[in-house]
């Protein structure tokens, strides 16, 4: 007998009441899986959704669409008697910072309604050094679940900075421990391909003694996301675009934007492991952002920086506007810092601070941002208001 502070119960009934637990959540797991629905859209659809969200990167939207409904498809139809099996094809984005990676792969998980999780590859190194298990992505992805793990088995995990887990030395392996770089690339091997794998639900070495949940990745979709630095000057160099002779007959290659020939053969080049990049079948690529797009950024998503500041004053019964020349100014700054789309919300966030610190308490009911303004505020000069 177990003997509690008002009661006692006997061993036999504790095993018996573990087991009628494990059944009842066995249960419950087969008829998540087998009412399992996604809102599966076509491609062309998924593309439309995209575009109200993301700006330009029409080619990378298209290869994307194709990429999911293919892998949804697949898991819907799982079940039919054809001896074709259908294998998954993780997706790997290669772009400058600030381009819309994170943004379409998120827009595309809250369109399907599937649970999504982003995950730094940064933090990753072997077991038994300091840093993160691989198996803790799967935790994040548990947890924005509610540990429905028949869910989770359906959900889309973003891997972002992958590149930074190059191997050190790319075709030059080292001799010593690459406890970040190779090592972590054998782990993810097992996730991305498809196996059971046994989860810590709470994190892995800060919780040893915790029970692990069994979670089956098979139909997890990946999606692979890096800057991959210098990446344009390995394309460059394998397509050899400066020879002169037969080689270069015939051939049209655009120098400015290499990104758009990228291969299996260049991740290997960069550093990645043959076998990582074979379970990475479909890549694209985003351009960097120009001016207009920038612009166009800021104005004309749904969920544009410009009308989400002006939804933030207009609760507070303000009416905010901001005049095109402040706009442009705005634009300008981003394009000299080189952040992508990631750099405007800093810059506008400089310019709007003293204005959302102050105006809440001020008898306006109106408010223009020009170009004047917004100079003195992102270069810390004087402040002053302007009055519509």
Same mark, same amino acid.
């Given at each position: 007998m177990i003997y509690g502070l008002t009661g006692a119960i006997c061993e036999n009934c504790i095993r018996t009441a %573990? =087991? &009628?637990?494990? =059944? #009842?959540q066995q249960q419950k797991q087969m008829e998540s899986k087998k009412n399992f629905q996604v809102k599966l859209l076509k491609p062309s659809e998924i593309k439309r959704r995209l575009d109200q969200y993301v700006i330009g990167q029409d080619e990378a939207k298209k290869v994307i669409s194709v990429a999911v409904y293919n892998h949804y498809k697949r898991i819907m139809y799982a079940g039919s008697t054809d001896d074709v099996e259908i294998e998954k094809s993780n997706i790997v984005m290669v772009g400058d910072t600030g381009t819309g990676k994170t943004l379409i792969a998120k827009?595309? #998980?809250?369109?399907l309604e599937v649970p999504?999780?982003?995950? =730094?590859a940064t933090v990753f190194t072997e077991a038994g050094y300091v840093g993160e298990d691989v198996e803790s992505i799967l935790t994040r992805l548990?947890?924005?679940?509610? /540990?429905?793990?028949? *869910?989770?088995e359906r959900g889309i995990v973003f891997i972002d900075e992958i590149d930074k887990i190059a191997r050190k030395g790319a075709d030059n392996p080292s001799i010593t421990r690459d406890v970040s770089g190779e090592g972590v690339q054998q782990s993810l091997l097992k996730l991305l391909e498809g196996s059971k794998v046994n989860v810590p639900p709470q994190g892995g070495r800060k919780h040893p003694e915790q029970q692990f949940i069994e979670v089956d990745t098979q139909n997890i979709l990946f999606i692979g996301s890096g800057a991959f630095n210098n990446l344009d000057k390995i394309i460059a160099e394998r397509m050899n675009t400066n020879v002169i002779g037969y080689n270069a007959k015939n051939r049209t290659v655009d120098k400015d934007n290499m990104l758009q020939y990228v291969s299996a053969q260049d991740f290997k080049t960069f550093g990645l492991i043959p076998e990582l990049c074979g379970r990475f079948p479909v890549?694209? /690529? &985003?351009? %960097?952002?120009? %001016?207009? %797009? &920038? *612009?166009r950024i800021l104005t004309e998503p749904k969920n544009a920086l410009i009308k989400q500041y002006v939804k933030l004053f207009e609760l507070d019964g303000i009416r905010l506007e901001f005049a095109d020349e402040a706009i442009d100014y705005i634009v300008e700054k981003a394009v000299e810092l080189k952040l992508g789309a990631r750099g405007l919300r800093s810059i506008v966030e400089k310019i709007m601070t003293n204005a959302m610190y102050c105006f809440p308490d001020s008898k306006d009911k109106a408010i223009t941002i020009d170009k004047k303004y917004a100079q003195e505020q992102f270069e810390h000069s004087i402040f002053r208001f302007l009055e519509d």
């Open positions: %573990a =087991d &009628l637990i494990r =059944d #009842a827009t595309i #998980a809250k369109m999504f999780c982003i995950a =730094d548990l947890q924005a679940a509610d /540990y429905d793990v028949a *869910k989770a890549i694209t /690529y &985003l351009n %960097a952002l120009d %001016a207009t %797009a &920038l *612009k």
